[in-house]
């Protein structure tokens, strides 16, 4: 069952590569539906997910995988069906598949569940004898007829592939996607007993053994050995393959799929070790000997820095989603758009994405229905019918900035001053930016307000998102009549987020990175613990005075914070909860230990008004 939820934790990471691919390939169809080559990578892609879901009995997943499969089988045989109807059926089945959950623990397998070893011989591939039977003679007869080539393929997979049936599946998926498959050994009939780390298949085409390679190129398979057969030399039913060199694929960059707990979990060690090198200051040990504690100090920073680069990712492929947003919105709106991305070789840390990425949808998404004209207006203003919305990247003196720029209709400035006035949000004399008033929440300028509408929909979110981290801004030029741009800037460096907490007189900050969860407290789940200490939800409980005793009388905080420090865990008592701050993690220093475990820092150079806890507090 173990090995079983690695094999999903596996797939899940696979499919979401497989969706993301599929949706950027699907896209392009959309907009050169005569491309053959699209339509046999969306199908590949499909396929490779529908042969794993099926490998592991999700058969949701490959339910809907084969129906996205038999519409492109569809759409191969007749490109005249891909009209945007078409394509929007196939979106609307990935948005399915996006949305179904993904067991982490399931039955449906547990009885074809088996434990595979990858083949561990090291022999290597031999000239060999090769058997037909009377029924795969026939088919190579009619193949010969047909002008097609022989061919016999010999795949070698890395040793320590997790999913070796799996992966031989899919190779046999792809080729049979170009070629015509005769015979393969092991069968992919029956997985009792067989080795497929080597695969040895005969098959006859007409393609380049270009297409052949490339059917074959996947991670995991080591090495290719291809060689054209003669047909004459089998008579009798025996072929032999001649010697041949075996084709290494060419090494690949080795990538590492870490999950994000892990990373993040390394990187609450470093802030505890960084906490105690911070509390030798002064000790008789720096005293003796200043250099060790500064070397140590360094190794600490150095350390950090490469944990946080693993929390990298490219912008542009978090970003390629955008397409589908403004895909969708132009037909239900009418219009005509494109999303042109200038972000590539730009890398930024997770939490930067999962901060803003929804402001970013709610700047095309306003860019979409409030910038950008219907065709027939653009066109009598002597514009292109299809509007155009850039997303750009730079990083520039530690900064990241963001824009989003469309070529619309921009912002007519006296009709919003007047509106504001007309709803008194300011006087009759009074001036100021567009971007202030916009940001007003539920100040709009649609008279009629729909999911999309206004201008004021979703910016005062945007703002609000911005300034939640630290040293950042939110800003934007627009001109009537030829677009709007907006701009976001942050810190480019990785940020930490901060949770808010009062307690007193006391302004806590706490690394999210050790929250585990929030509760609101229910008095009846407390309990007393043997030692005598208070319990809730049968673990110890703390303020930050430390470990809370059971007494007659239950504490009045409001809120429990269950709090992670390595293998300690413990609920945090808060009486209010404020909010969730980032703050850019090589800005952050430590300047005082004000009382046990509660530390004076600065952000940037600047004083924070918090006290960050050091989650050692609970063990």
Partial sequence: MQKHKEYLSLFKKDSEQFLSSLNRVLLELEKNPRQGELVQEAFRLIHSLKSEASYLNLEKISGLAHEIESLLE?????????????????????????????????EEASAEEEEETPGKSGKEPVAQDVLFTDFEKKL?????????????????????TPMAYAKAYLVVSNLEQVVNVIRINPSLESREGQDFSRLDLCFTSSTEEKEIY??????QVEKVHLAELDYASFLGGRVVLSGTEPVKQKPASVNLRIPLEKVDSLLREVDSLRYQI????GSPLERENPQLIENLNLRVKSLSSTARTMRMVPLEEELLKLHRLVRDLALK??????????????EVDRGIIDSLFDPLVHLVRNAMDHGIEIPEERFSQGKSETGRIILKAKVEKGFLTLSVKDDGRGIDRREILSK???????EKQESTDLLSLLIRQGFSTKAETSDLSGRGIGLDLVAQRVKQVAGGSFSMETRKGEGTEFLIKIPASSLLGILLAKTG?????????????????NPKEYSRGKEGSLRYQSLPVYTIYGKVLAMNTLPRELFALRLNNGRTQAFLLVEELLFEQEIPEEGLEILKELKPYLYQVSINGHPSEFLLLNPALIG
């Avoid at 016999?152 to 320590?160: A, Q």
């Fill in 74 to 106: 569809e759409g191969r045989e007749n490109p005249s069906v891909f009209t945007p109807g078409f394509f929007s059926r196939i979106f609307s089945c990935l948005d399915s598949l996006e949305t179904l959950d993904f067991p982490v623990d399931t």
């Fill in 140 to 160: 190579l007869e009619e193949a010969r007829l047909r002008g097609e080539r022989l061919y016999r393929v010999i795949c070698e997979l890395d040793p320590d």
């Fill in 214 to 219: 490339r059917a074959v190129s996947l991670d």
């Fill in 278 to 281: 911070f509390s030798l200051r």
């Fill in 333 to 346: 709106l009418g219009k005509k758009a494109s999303l042109q991305l200038e972000c590539k070789g730009i």
């Fill in 420 to 426: 504001a006035r007309a709803h008194k949000i300011l």
């Fill in 505 to 521: 007189s006391v302004t806590l900050g706490i690394s999210k990175r050790s929250v585990e969860a929030v509760e609101e407290i």
